[in-house]
């Protein structure tokens, strides 16, 4: 069946760095993606979406690459900051929506 | 505020009484879904519904119901809640099923003892 998966369970990284969580998926007819934030004790927040028509797609210190060839997508994390400390997940949604594990990002002060 | 919004936030029951979690939305969206999430098993989708009066099962149904009968509230009903059931639940609004973004109410935290 279809899947969707994080590269990672967990991301540590220093505040100020960059971030990069990795996502692959399996079904190479998905064209619909998005990236969601869960911060402890709240549900899923939407963050940015992208579809298969686009390599790039860029929001407030936020980046989604999709590379359709070797059906991977990433979340960067620009300047990472402790806010930014949360699990993120990668869904594919051409179809209902598919969720990956998660990851979680640990921002160290 | 556009919002969904579940109640309740923290439940802790016994085996077999049956329970209702309340889920509703403020953003006329069509398409309404319940998920479960639980440690290493990520979100997993129960029931969904596409419009008034139109559910059908997700991914793990068994042992839950729903009804969907205005637009804005999409209750979960477990008519004898199990331990199995324990889990973290949401639920979710969209416009449509796909390639549209989905809208998470707060979670429901679920103790079946």
């Known amino acids: 069946g279809e899947s969707v998966g994080l590269h990672l369970p967990t991301l540590s990284v220093q505040e100020g760095d960059n971030s990069i969580i990795n996502c692959a998926y399996s079904?190479?007819?998905?064209?619909?993606f998005i990236w969601y934030k869960q911060e402890s004790g709240k549900g899923p927040q939407f963050i940015i979406d992208?579809?298969?028509?686009?390599d790039k797609r860029q929001g407030q210190r936020v980046t989604v690459l999709l590379n359709k060839t070797v059906k991977h997508l990433s979340l960067q994390i620009a300047a990472t900051q402790p806010g930014d400390s949360a699990v993120y997940f990668c869904?594919?949604?051409?179809?209902?929506?598919?969720f990956g594990q998660g990851t979680t990002l640990q921002v160290k002060p | 505020e556009a919002q969904v919004t579940q109640n309740p936030r923290y439940l802790i029951t016994v085996t077999g009484k049956k329970l209702t979690v309340t889920c509703s939305q403020n953003?006329?969206?069509?398409?309404m879904s319940w998920y479960r999430q639980d440690p290493g098993l990520g979100l997993r989708q129960i029931y969904y519904?596409?419009?008034?009066?139109?559910?059908d099962k997700g991914d793990v149904p068994e042992g839950y119901k729903v009804s969907r009968k205005e637009k804005r509230n999409f209750p979960l009903i477990l008519e004898s809640p199990s331990p199995n059931q324990t889990s973290l639940y949401f639920c979710?609004?969209?416009?449509?099923?796909?390639?549209?973004?989905?809208?998470f109410g707060q979670g429901t935290r679920l103790t079946v003892v």
């Open positions: 979710a609004s969209s416009f449509g099923q796909a390639n549209t973004e989905a809208f």
């Open positions: 519904s596409m419009n008034v009066e139109v559910t």
């Open positions: 869904a594919e949604g051409t179809g209902k929506l598919i």
């Open positions: 953003m006329n969206h069509e398409y």
């Open positions: 992208i579809r298969s028509n686009m």
């Open positions: 079904n190479s007819a998905s064209d619909y």
